[in-house]
């Protein structure tokens, strides 16, 4: 059972997530927050797997508190949910180390099945967001030592993909995937599936 925690200021949204994803089988809304101060001295006893996280919250911003989620929490996945689509936002939410971004138009079967993603290691995201960070990686100001094959991995981890998915888009095993990433861990001097994606976005890799 995927256990959820919502956090976002409007009582008829977050009302509205927490009914999508108790409709579920596979997941259980644990608990709902109209700010993340208010979700601190509860989250550890929540054990969310996922966090649904918007971004323009009162008091501490969305990004401001993924940092501070990860540091309590240790390893949890975060989707920012919002209506802003501006690179700034994007690109911020995601070097800090959220796991995926979705519009709010997001459509109950969308964001179920983001968080099944995100739950099996996928970065999931809204059409346009990642549009977004395709378009951003395909500037040539960065050169990497990066193989080929290599950055059709990274590309497709910026995508949303899961290990699995990459294996079948590339007909490749998920055993070669994992030593890809790891040999592209090592080359971009990162610990981390969100830190190569934010790198790569920050950097414009092709």
Same mark, same amino acid.
């Given at each position: 059972? /995927?256990?959820?925690?919502?956090?976002?200021?409007?009582?008829?949204?977050?009302?509205?997530?927490? %009914?999508?994803?108790?409709?579920?089988?596979?997941?259980?809304?644990?608990?709902?927050?109209?700010?993340?101060?208010?979700?601190?001295?509860?989250?550890?006893?929540? =054990?969310?797997?996922? /966090?649904?996280l918007d971004i323009s919250l009162p008091g501490m911003s969305g990004i401001e508190a993924i940092s501070e989620f990860h540091d309590v929490l240790? =390893?949890?996945? /975060?989707?920012?949910? %919002?209506?802003?689509?501006?690179?700034?936002?994007?690109?911020?939410? *995601?070097?800090?180390?959220?796991?995926?971004? *979705?519009? +709010?138009?997001?459509?109950?079967?969308?964001?179920?099945?983001?968080? =099944?993603?995100?739950?099996?290691?996928?970065?999931?995201?809204? &059409?346009?967001?990642?549009?977004?960070?395709?378009?951003?990686?395909?500037?040539?100001?960065?050169?990497? &030592?990066? &193989? +080929?094959?290599?950055?059709?991995?990274?590309?497709? *981890?910026?995508?949303?993909? %899961?290990?699995?998915?990459?294996?079948?888009?590339?007909?490749?095993?998920?055993?070669?995937?994992?030593?890809?990433? =790891?040999?592209?861990?090592?080359? *971009?001097?990162?610990? %981390?599936?969100?830190?190569?994606?934010?790198?790569?976005?920050? +950097?414009?890799?092709?």
């Amino acid at each position: 059972m /995927i256990r959820i925690v919502v956090i976002d200021d409007d009582t008829i949204i977050r009302e509205g997530y927490r %009914s999508m994803i108790n409709r579920s089988d596979e997941m259980v809304c644990v608990e709902v927050y109209g700010d993340c101060e208010s979700s601190f001295p509860n989250i550890l006893s929540d =054990k969310p797997d996922v /966090i649904l996280l918007d971004i323009s919250l009162p008091g501490m911003s969305g990004i401001e508190a993924i940092s501070e989620f990860h540091d309590v929490l240790g =390893k949890v996945d /975060i989707i920012m949910i %919002s209506i802003h689509t501006d690179d700034d936002r994007v690109f911020a939410s *995601l070097r800090n180390g959220a796991s995926g971004y *979705l519009t +709010k138009i997001v459509t109950p079967a969308r964001l179920i099945n983001a968080i =099944k993603e995100v739950f099996l290691g996928g970065a999931p995201m809204s &059409t346009e967001i990642a549009r977004r960070v395709i378009e951003s990686m395909h500037s040539p100001n960065h050169k990497t &030592t990066l &193989t +080929k094959r290599e950055m059709q991995v990274l590309r497709r *981890l910026c995508e949303g993909n %899961s290990y699995k998915m990459i294996a079948d888009q590339l007909c490749i095993s998920v055993l070669t995937v994992q030593t890809h990433i =790891k040999h592209i861990y090592r080359k *971009l001097q990162v610990h %981390s599936q969100t830190e190569a994606v934010s790198l790569a976005i920050r +950097k414009g890799m092709v």
